[in-house]
């Protein structure tokens, strides 16, 4: 019969509307410290909860929106009303990067009496009844009678056994963020395929185009374009391919120019900024980084492989080493890549963060700012 059909989508219906008449009180307490164990005092918590049957439409204007600060000791604590078992709640920290932490959908546990209408069997008397009474409801097709028919598949009762909620995060503070270019993983460039092909002690030997990569405007540079790219761009990718014994190999390096160079690290910290504000300056840096990948042309199968960077790694750059007039050094530009980074047909990295200022270490990207795209506001990875 057509109540059968039905009984599914009127029970959500009907669940809706009697929770929309059973407030219940909910507490949200958020722990907020940064990676120093110092507490976050500026921080506001949201938690977005909703009335009953809207509350699968998503109209705005059917939830409830309760907001607290967090105080002297980091604790913020959201005293709210709900209706479904469900919410989401928002944080705000203006002095710290909590950008990446995504606030997940909170349940509060609860006990459910389903009601008889629900499992009906027509074999009893007493189950007959109800199927007769339900299709009486349905067959007179007023609002009123569908409202009672709806009725017929509330929960008998709900009872809430963990109303609180307790969270503790972390993030790292803010310290001097300066506007900068970046870019992220969908800003890849694309190189050119530009190639020479030769024999060597019997092996084939691809030699691909030098390019030069230039983090301030993500773009690259070849052929003509190539002339004082180490004023205009950061280092060059020098690549081949050699294929020898059914098995291909790509082998190549980036170069940077004299006096310039790059280090490499893994992330540390938390997920919201996990590496350093700065350069460091004392690090020794490497003047060539080679990577390597070799696979196996009959099967596809990945043999071994070396990357620049993984994901978890970073690179800090100096570059575009600077002379006055009188042929002195006058400084470099300091800019960051995070892994994983792929040069194949096209350079692609996660982000990377390029300082504008000469001599300046600081690597903190205002991300409200983005020189890159003023109106694009990029994530830390």
């Not at 059909?5 to 949200?28: E, K, M, P, Y």
């Not at 959201?78 to 078992?85: D, L, N």
């Amino acid at each position: 019969m057509v109540v059968r059909g039905i009984v599914t989508v009127c029970a959500a219906l009907c669940a809706g509307a009697v929770f929309a008449r059973s407030w219940q009180d909910g507490n949200l307490t958020v722990e907020l410290f940064d990676v120093y164990g110092k507490p976050i005092t500026d921080a506001k918590v949201t938690v977005k909860s909703g009335k009953g049957i809207a509350w699968g439409w998503g109209l705005d204007s059917e939830y409830n929106f309760t907001s607290a600060n967090s105080d002297a000791n980091g604790i913020a604590e959201v005293k709210f009303r709900f209706c479904e078992p469900d919410f989401i709640w928002f944080l705000e920290t203006p002095s710290h990067y909590s950008q990446r932490y995504f606030t997940p959908r909170e349940f509060f546990k609860r006990k459910v009496v389903e009601s008889d209408y629900k499992t009906i069997d027509t074999n009893t008397v007493e189950g007959l009844a109800k199927w007769n009474e339900l299709k009486k409801l349905e067959d007179a097709g007023d609002e009123e009678s569908m409202l009672k028919y709806m009725e017929k598949f509330a929960p008998k009762s709900v009872t809430y056994t963990k109303n609180g909620i307790r969270r503790s995060l972390k993030f790292y503070p803010k310290r001097n963020p300066q506007p900068m270019y970046a870019y992220g993983k969908d800003d890849y460039i694309k190189l050119p395929n530009g190639s020479s092909e030769f024999m060597t002690n019997g092996y084939k030997v691809v030699r691909y185009e030098d390019v030069a990569i230039d983090l301030k405007n993500n773009v690259a540079l070849s052929g003509d374009d190539l002339s004082a790219w180490e004023s205009r761009a950061d280092f060059v990718i020098e690549e081949q391919e050699i294929v020898t014994n059914d098995v291909k190999t790509f082998v190549g390096k980036i170069r940077f120019a004299p006096g310039c160079g790059a280090y490499r690290c893994k992330y540390t910290g938390d997920a919201s900024f996990p590496t350093t504000y700065a350069a460091d300056v004392n690090m020794t840096y490497e003047s060539e980084i080679r990577f390597s990948a070799s696979r196996d042309m009959s099967t596809g199968k990945l043999i071994s492989q070396t990357r620049i960077l993984q994901d978890g790694e970073y690179m800090v750059l100096r570059t575009r080493k600077t002379k006055t007039e009188k042929g002195v050094n006058a400084g470099w530009h300091y800019s960051k890549v995070f892994g994983p980074l792929r040069i194949c047909a096209y350079f692609q990295c996660q982000q990377s963060v390029f300082n504008p200022r000469l001599n300046d270490p600081n690597l903190e990207l205002d991300l409200e700012n983005n020189l890159a795209r003023p109106r694009y506001k990029i994530l830390l990875p």
